[in-house]
């Protein structure tokens, strides 16, 4: 059973919907979430009678038709008053009106097919609680049944958690409690563990409780914790009356959020809401999202339907230009990219030994210098590559037009018999992997060259992505293919190198699988299935490389761990990321862009390509520290090794009964 995992996941994304409203517009058609089941209890053997049974079902009628605001109490009574169903709902205090109707609606839902013939029955969703019977328990304190929820993971310092979590709760449990008359009984409180991890406490009573009994309730919950949840990363108690939870991440909305500064948002972004005018006591309106949805979305419509004009002419013209052969301007862009082979053998003193920079996947690449002076770097491809020339010069002129700062510039290409040669722009520190992994020179690369070369490496592949003309699945991200320029720079070499050996660019599976092992994502080492989504796996590795300053592979023998990201996920689970910063760089790092940078690897490198982040998600992670990342769970390797799985699962117990 991994209901509580699944929960997890969809009250995260619902965070983030809310707390980003992701850049990716298309979220707005994903805002209505599916309410997330949790429990239910129906009393048993009970004899209902058929008015019982249609008095229960205008009850649910009335509770969901009725479920605008986050409490709702109602009677349904007829001539005979033995009949009559009390019912209510709560929705859980940061539930948009919206959401807490979908909730009701499915708890309703399910009841009349699960719980019909029941005099009795209380249902717990993520997001809202429906109980109903035919004794009057308005304002009445009931605890039993309890149920118990737990994450499964262990926390390090139990006895110091445990005191800081009931601290933390008890405050929840006052404020909760102590709100002012005809306002919900609901409190959300936080604490700080460590510098990077912090504890999120919720407490909520119905609303029909008086402020003792609420916090009577609250108070016998709050009791029940070490025996639900002791030492554990996240739990809840659920009771009919009212429930607690905690967990490491944030997994309810902020009603009030405190103005935090924005870092300056990439370009195109909507803002996270953070004004305090949009809050109100119930949230963000759906309102406020389509007003701020609508308007972009028009413009973007407007610009992708400007440049589906744009590239249909193009392409029209394009089309025009092969029926009437050889247009001047065609051929002048492809031909003023090519270099005459004599050129290049002069440039590389004829591909000598001692020119020889380094040999890659598809060939052997050398140092040159043409008349010009300019340094070039020549790539000189394997003659077996499965390519005409007329395909290979198409796509030498995609690649070529490609222009991003962390790109390496493709400057031109050379055709001749049997050669195929890539030329482009010299990187004066030659490549990542050169500097990184050597021990005198690693100490050339402080914490904040790092940081910027995480940084443009995330630019470059989201450029690849998402912002180019074509999308490109680069496919063998790894250190050896970033380039440093003179002042570190980093330059994402060999993209679009997959397309010019004639290996099919959109997604779904090869028959060939190209890729650096170690880099690659455990869907394409095992089924040839790629995605952007390999790509930010590869980058999830080479983020933990620059950090530690170690070689993914290197840490097989040491018997430590199968691989750097399994070192580093085994640090973070102790609570002490840090380990993975290289020594030499400890003087000049900040733990804070550390901590951030290996969370964020560790996101990128999730079994699930779907709990992988965008490249476009990661650069916004990396720009702006307000957005709330997810927990990362553990990542590919472990569950291949045969270890335990770390998931949080359920564990339910009806044993607690205190007063009803
Ligand atoms: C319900 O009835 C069944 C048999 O009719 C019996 O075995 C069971 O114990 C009863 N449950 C309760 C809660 O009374
Ligand atoms: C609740 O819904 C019922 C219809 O199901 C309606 O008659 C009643 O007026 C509603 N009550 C409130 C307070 O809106
Ligand atoms: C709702 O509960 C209150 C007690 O908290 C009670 O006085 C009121 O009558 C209830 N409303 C309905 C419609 O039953
Ligand atoms: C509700 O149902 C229970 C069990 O069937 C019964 O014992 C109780 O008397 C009922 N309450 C009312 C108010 O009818
Ligand atoms: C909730 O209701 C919606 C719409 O009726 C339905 O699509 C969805 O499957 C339901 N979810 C659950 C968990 O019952
Ligand atoms: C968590 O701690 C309990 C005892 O406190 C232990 O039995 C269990 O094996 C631990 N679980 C993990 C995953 O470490
Ligand atoms: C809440 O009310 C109780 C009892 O009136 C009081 O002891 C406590 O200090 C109050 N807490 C807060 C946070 O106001
Ligand atoms: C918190 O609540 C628990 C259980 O009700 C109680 O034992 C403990 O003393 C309380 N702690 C504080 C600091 O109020």
């Known amino acids: 059973m991994n209901s509580y995992s699944t929960m997890s996941l969809n009250s995260l994304n619902l965070f983030f919907l809310f707390s980003l409203i992701t850049f990716l517009l298309i979220s707005s058609t994903t805002n209505a979430q599916n309410p997330t089941f949790l429990y239910q209890v129906c009393s048993e053997n009970d004899t209902t009678t058929s008015t019982y049974k249609s008095n229960l079902r205008t009850l649910f009628s009335s509770l969901s038709s009725n479920a605008t605001k986050e409490f709702y109490n109602t009677t349904v009574t007829s001539r005979t008053a033995s009949n009559t169903v009390y019912g209510l709902?709560?929705?859980?205090?940061?539930?948009?009106?919206?959401?807490?109707?979908?909730?009701?609606?499915?708890?309703?839902?399910?009841?009349?097919?699960?719980?019909?013939?029941?005099?009795?029955?209380?249902?717990?969703?993520?997001?809202?609680?429906?109980?109903?019977?035919?004794?009057?328990?308005?304002?009445t304190v009931a605890t039993s049944p309890a149920i118990f929820l737990m994450n499964t993971v262990n926390i390090t310092n139990q006895a110091s958690f445990m005191r800081l979590l009931f601290d933390t709760m008890n405050e929840s449990a006052d404020k909760a409690a102590n709100s002012s008359v005809g306002a919900k009984k609901y409190a959300t409180n936080e604490a700080s563990i460590s510098s990077f991890q912090?504890?999120?406490?919720?407490?909520?009573?119905?609303?029909?409780?008086?402020?003792?009994?609420?916090?009577?309730?609250?108070?016998?919950?709050?009791?029940?914790?070490?025996?639900c949840c002791n030492g554990k990363q996240g739990g809840r108690v659920l009771v009919p009356s009212c429930n607690i939870r905690y967990e490491l991440y944030p997994f309810y909305r902020n009603l009030t959020p405190s103005p935090s500064p924005q870092p300056s948002a990439a370009p195109g972004l909507v803002p996270p809401i953070t004004n305090p005018n949009l809050g109100g006591s119930s949230g963000i309106s759906s309102g406020t999202i389509v007003a701020i949805v609508v308007p972009i979305s028009v413009a973007m419509l407007l610009f992708i339907v400007g440049l589906c004009f744009l590239s249909k002419r193009l392409r029209k013209k394009k089309r025009d230009s092969a029926q009437d052969p050889k247009t001047e301007t065609d051929i002048s862009t492809v031909e003023s990219l090519r270099f005459d082979l004599s050129t290049l053998e002069e440039a590389t003193n004829k591909?000598?030994?001692?020119?020889?920079?380094?040999?890659?996947?598809?060939?052997?690449?050398?140092?040159?210098?043409?008349?010009?002076?300019?340094?070039?770097?020549?790539?000189?491809?394997?003659?077996?590559?499965?390519?005409?020339?007329?395909?290979?010069?198409?796509?030498?002129?995609?690649?070529?037009?490609?222009?991003?700062?962390?790109?390496?510039?493709?400057?031109?290409?050379?055709?001749?018999?049997e050669e195929k040669i890539l030329v482009y722009e010299y990187a004066a520190n030659k490549s990542l992997d050169y500097i990184l992994f050597d021990p005198e020179k690693q100490r050339l690369l402080d914490w904040t060259r790092r940081y910027k070369i995480i940084g443009g490496v995330a630019r470059g592949i989201k450029y690849l992505h998402e912002d180019s003309r074509v999308k490109i699945i680069h496919r063998d991200l790894k250190a050896s293919n970033v380039l440093l320029d003179g002042d570190m720079n980093p330059k994402i070499s060999d993209f679009g190198m997959a397309k010019l050996f004639g290996v099919d660019q959109t997604q779904g599976n090869t028959s060939r699988i190209v890729g650096t092992y170690g880099y690659m994502s455990p869907e394409y080492a095992m089924h040839g299935e790629f995605s952007i989504k390999s790509d930010v796996y590869s980058f999830g590795v080479l983020v933990m490389e620059i950090i530690s300053g170690k070689k993914n592979s290197s840490f097989y023998e040491t018997g430590v761990a199968e691989?750097?990201?399994?070192?580093?996920?085994?640090?973070?689970?102790?609570?002490?990321?840090?380990?993975?910063?290289?020594?030499?760089?400890?003087?000049?790092?900040?733990?804070?862009?550390?901590?951030?940078?290996?969370?964020?690897?560790?996101?990128?490198?999730?079994?699930?390509?779907?709990?992988?982040?965008?490249?476009?998600?990661?650069?916004?992670?990396?720009?702006?520290?307000?957005?709330?990342?997810?927990?990362?769970?553990?990542?590919?390797?472990f569950l291949h090794s045969g270890s335990v799985p770390n998931m949080p699962t359920i564990q339910i117990s009806q044993s607690e009964s205190t007063t009803n």
């Not at 407490?203 to 916090?215: E, G, P, V, W």
Request: net charge negative.
């Open 198 to 227: 912090t504890l999120y406490c919720l407490a909520q009573c119905t609303d029909d409780l008086s402020q003792q009994d609420c916090s009577t309730c609250l108070s016998d919950v709050i009791g029940a914790l070490p025996q």
């Open 351 to 417: 591909f000598s030994e001692a020119n020889k920079l380094g040999e890659g996947g598809f060939g052997v690449v050398y140092k040159g210098s043409l008349p010009s002076g300019q340094e070039i770097a020549v790539k000189r491809l394997s003659k077996n590559s499965g390519q005409g020339g007329e395909q290979f010069k198409n796509e030498v002129e995609l690649v070529a037009q490609l222009q991003h700062r962390n790109l390496a510039t493709l400057l031109g290409f050379c055709l001749e018999g």
């Open 89 to 139: 709902y709560l929705c859980r205090g940061d539930v948009s009106s919206s959401g807490c109707q979908q909730c009701v609606t499915n708890a309703t839902q399910k009841l009349s097919t699960d719980c019909s013939s029941s005099k009795r029955a209380v249902i717990w969703y993520d997001e809202c609680m429906v109980r109903y019977s035919n004794n009057s328990f308005f304002s």
């Open 563 to 637: 691989d750097l990201v399994c070192y580093a996920w085994k640090l973070w689970k102790n609570g002490t990321p840090l380990e993975l910063v290289d020594q030499t760089v400890t003087e000049s790092y900040t733990p804070n862009e550390a901590i951030r940078c290996i969370h964020i690897g560790l996101l990128c490198v999730q079994e699930d390509p779907e709990d992988r982040p965008t490249m476009a998600t990661v650069v916004l992670m990396l720009d702006s520290f307000s957005v709330t990342l997810p927990v990362p769970k553990q990542p590919a390797f």
